[in-house]
Every structure is written in C-alpha cells, then in structure tokens.
C-alpha cells in the first residue's frame, strides 16, 4: 500500500513538498555531509522547484540530477536542464552542484558512457528521487511503446542509464534506469489532476510503466497528488 499525501490545492502541494525535501536533505547533509535529489522534468514540477530554490539548505553539500532529459540543446525550450537551471537553480538553491544528464554526443545513445561518467561521483543512495507522470504511465522516460522498455524497467538490470525512443513522445531521451531509481532512499511521485490520479490508481492492473515503481518493495514510495 503506497503512501498517499493528498491536497486542496498545488500551492498546498508545492508548499509541503518543499518542505518536506528540503528537511530531508538538510538531515542527509547534517549526518553524512551530502545529500543528493535526482528530480523530473515536465510542467509539474516548476512550482515545487521555485519553492525548493529558496529553501535554506546547505545547497552546495547538495548533488541535484536529472531523472531523464530530451536529447536537445540545453537552451531549448523542451531542455529539462534549463527548466531545473531557471527554475531550481536559482536563489539558495544556486549552490546545488548540478549534474545535468546532456552532453555534445549526436544522440542519446552515444552520451550513455559520457554521461555515466559526468555522473560516476554523485552522492549514491539518492536522498530522494521525484517521479512525475504522464496520462499514459510512464515516468522518467519509461515509455510504454519504448522498444527497450523492458531494459528499462529490469530490477537488476547493470545500467544506471540508458537512451530510449518514446515513439508517442518527441525526442531521444536518456533516462535512468529502474535500477537506478531504485538506489535511493524514498521516491515520491508528483502528480495532479484527477485523470492522472486514476491512471496512477489503476497503473498496476494495466501494466504501466509507473507499476514498476508501485510493485517494488525495495525503497519507499509517497504519492503527492493534488486536483
Ligand atoms: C519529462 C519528464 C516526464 C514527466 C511526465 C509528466 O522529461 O517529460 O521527466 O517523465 O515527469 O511527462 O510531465 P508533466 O508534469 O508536464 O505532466
């Protein structure tokens, strides 16, 4: 049974949230002297990430990555790395040691050993990682029509990242894997809407990607959803 964390509205959600993240990786800070949050892109999160740029963490003790990226121009609009520079990296949070997942390679496929490597020194379990959704059940960039979905969605599978074609979704991703996301210490998912909501409650007897993250009982999982 996962946990769920439910809202009047997305300022409340956003206010929580923050909250709860920056506390949590303040106290990773203060036992272990880092912290790490690996964070989604997408339209949902810019509210929590405006919220968390002002949190008074100890930013620059604080690995911040991507959970996936599009394969374009990190100064394009569907870069998920400008979204998390313009809207988490700012304020307080401009001390974040920021990790992206994009490099200068063609395509995705040629930046997994580049990026796994820009990668090889973040702080490992993640503190947190935040999933969002889409109405078709993927998160991250587990996409269902994905011809390596299966890769990607293997417990014990050796990759920490792999590139993927969405095929119902523009641009080559990379994206971590499953596993990956699973060497964390809490994933939540970030979702509103009453459409995603039910895709989310019904996601395990569909089969969607995102039963992946509700199936396993390796990390912890909250569900953070407002209308
Ligand atoms: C991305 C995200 C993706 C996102 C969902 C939900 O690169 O788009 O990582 O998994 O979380 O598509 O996006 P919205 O919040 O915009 O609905």
Same mark, same amino acid.
């Given at each position: 049974m996962n946990d769920w964390h439910l809202f009047d509205s997305t300022a409340e959600l956003d206010i929580a949230l923050t909250d709860y993240l920056g506390q949590r990786l303040q106290t990773q800070v203060n036992d272990s002297g880092r912290a790490s949050l690996a964070v989604s892109g997408g339209n949902t999160p810019k509210g929590l990430f405006r919220g968390l740029s002002h949190y008074p963490a100890t930013w620059p003790q604080v690995d911040v990555t991507l959970v996936d990226?599009? +394969? !374009?121009?990190? %100064?394009? %609009?569907? $870069?998920?790395?400008?979204?998390?520079?313009e809207e988490l990296l700012q304020n307080r949070a401009a001390d974040a040691n920021f990790i992206g997942l994009k490099c200068d390679t063609a395509n995705a496929e040629l930046g997994v050993a580049?990026?796994?490597? =820009? *990668?090889?020194?973040?702080?490992? @379990?993640?503190?947190?990682?935040?999933? /969002?959704? /889409?109405?078709? /059940?993927?998160?991250? $960039? +587990?996409? @269902?029509q994905a011809s390596n979905l299966q890769t990607l969605l293997d417990p014990a599978a050796p990759a920490f990242l792999a590139a993927t074609d969405p095929v119902t979704a523009p641009h080559q991703r990379l994206t971590l894997t499953l596993a990956a996301v *699973? !060497?964390? =210490?809490?994933?939540?998912i970030h979702i509103t809407g009453a459409t995603k909501r039910a895709v989310l409650q019904s996601a395990q007897d569909k089969h969607l990607p995102v039963a992946a993250i509700l199936r396993q009982t390796k990390v912890p999982v909250s569900i953070w959803w407002a209308p």
């Open positions: 990226e599009r +394969w !374009v121009a990190t %100064d394009s %609009d569907q $870069s998920n790395e400008r979204l998390v520079r580049e990026t796994s490597q =820009k *990668l090889a020194d973040l702080q490992r @379990p993640f503190s947190a990682v935040v999933l /969002g959704m /889409g109405e078709d /059940g993927h998160t991250a $960039s +587990w996409f @269902p *699973l !060497v964390s =210490k809490e994933i939540i």
